[in-house]
């Protein structure tokens, strides 16, 4: 993949996942998916449908094999002074381990989460346990 900024980097499993970022002024914002196969130690891109707005400074997070994509911008101008420019408030998903020659992107209907930009987003992994009553 080209150098990137603002971009999202998450594991599943022996791969990495590349999403998004901001190419420079040359490419402007990305939406392109890579992958890196840390046995093999090679980057592929991924064919995607249903192509999800370009974006940096979102979050991303993996939960069993799905990858979820929130917020961040697309707005060119976003690092000056000017205020107009706005967070971009949706959620996408994508099955990393889908069988099929092109993976589709899912957009998720969320409410009462604001928009955001230069955040986290994790899964908290807790351990299940028998209930004894």
């Not at 990305?30 to 130690?41: A, E, G, I, P, S």
């Not at 967070?87 to 099955?95: E, Q």
């Amino acid at each position: 993949p080209m150098e990137r900024a603002g971009h999202s980097l998450v594991a599943c499993e022996d791969c990495l996942f590349i999403f998004g970022g901001d190419g420079g002024p040359k490419q402007g914002r990305l939406n392109d998916l890579w992958r890196f196969d840390t046995t093999k130690q090679e980057f592929n891109r991924l064919n995607t449908t249903n192509t999800i707005p370009k974006r940096m400074k979102h979050s991303a997070t993996v939960y069993k094999s799905l990858m979820f994509v929130f917020g961040g911008c697309d707005d060119q101008q976003y690092d000056t002074d000017d205020k107009s420019a706005e967070s971009l408030h949706c959620l996408y998903v994508i099955d990393l381990h889908s069988t099929a020659a092109s993976l589709q992107w899912y957009k998720i209907e969320i409410k009462g989460l604001p928009a955001r930009v230069r955040h986290t987003l994790h899964v908290l992994h807790a351990k299940e346990t028998a209930d004894s009553t």
